[in-house]
């Protein structure tokens, strides 16, 4: 039996389909189709059977998957081990995090790796999906985002808890000094730039207002944090961050805290192939997360008065 073509039989059942699993692995769809087609042929056994437009496991079907996916989370984890081990040359660490996920932050996570001599540090970008799909084909190491593992996602993952960070509202220091006294409440018609429709904040902040029977004028939002901040500071309207980045905030943008938005927290997940996070580079990950998270002084730079 060819691993290559069992790798191929393992995407397309966990990405639902041989469209997609061709694009995840830049092949054309022919050439997957014929690829799984050889493994059948080998076993003696058809594996998928075309339902109306959908590809369905068989019952030997699924019995190979589920074989094939603790091969090849097993294999992962042998790479990761063994990469892990001095060689002489750098190993390739790669980290995809959601847009959600404060670059400060992601930096002070992430730094550490950098001052290991064998390692070379990859990060990007992406909606969590996505990144989810590059850590399903070993083209990650690790994702970190704003929100866990989706359930009944086809992705052999794990959640690791970072930490928890309170919430609270930002804005230009004339608008700040306007709407602190009789916070929340004073915040009734206020212009607000939130962040995007995909992200945990965005949920919460919209549920914070609603409980708080508050209206605002929500005048944009963005996927990019920065971007939002850079909106807000310019006096567009205020913009939730995490408090444990006040300081740095405060001083990088030139605003000013409006207030804590009580019972509102984001959680960040590392979210790896491993159960128990046995990879050197991502206990350290994790390990720094506790220390940060837990000492929010350690994020923030001076903090105004």
Do not use: C
């Not at 990405?15 to 050439?31: H, I």
């Not at 444990?244 to 990088?252: A, K, L, N, P, V």
């Not at 790896?272 to 998270?293: G, Y």
């Amino acid at each position: 039996m060819n691993l290559k073509h069992l790798r191929y039989f393992w995407a397309v059942a966990r990405f639902g389909g041989v469209a997609r699993a061709a694009e995840k692995l830049a092949l054309s769809p022919q050439t997957l189709s014929g690829q799984i087609a050889e493994l059948q042929l080998a076993l003696g056994v058809e594996l998928l059977r075309q339902v109306g437009r959908r590809l369905e496991l068989t019952d030997a079907g699924r019995v190979a998957y589920s074989y094939a996916d603790e091969i090849f989370g097993l294999v992962d984890e042998l790479g990761a081990q063994v990469r892990a081990m001095p060689s002489g040359r750098s190993r390739l660490f790669r980290v995809g995090m959601t847009d959600a996920v404060p670059r400060s932050l992601a930096y002070r996570l992430l730094a550490p790796l950098l001052a290991e001599e064998n390692i070379q540090l990859t990060a990007s970008h992406e909606r969590l999906d996505v990144l989810l799909a590059d850590l399903a084909l070993h083209r990650l190491e690790l994702v970190i985002a704003d929100r866990p593992l989706p359930a009944g996602i086809a992705v052999k993952a794990f959640n690791h808890v970072l930490g928890d960070t309170p919430m609270a509202l930002f804005a230009q220091p004339a608008m700040a000094r306007k709407l602190r006294p009789g916070f929340p409440a004073s915040l009734e018609g206020a212009r607000m730039v939130v962040p995007g429709r995909d992200s945990v904040a965005h949920e919460q902040l919209r549920a914070w207002l609603e409980q708080h029977r508050i209206t605002v004028r929500i005048v944009g939002e963005f996927d990019d944090g920065g971007l939002m901040k850079t909106f807000g500071a310019s006096g567009v309207g205020l913009f939730p961050a995490p408090l444990t980045m006040r300081g740095e905030i405060e001083q990088r943008y030139g605003v000013e805290l409006v207030g804590v938005m009580e019972g509102v927290t984001e959680r960040y997940y590392a979210i790896s192939t491993e159960r128990r996070a046995t990879d050197p580079q991502v206990v350290k990950i994790l390990a720094s997360a506790d220390r940060l998270l837990a000492n929010p002084s350690s994020l923030s730079a001076r903090r105004r008065s």
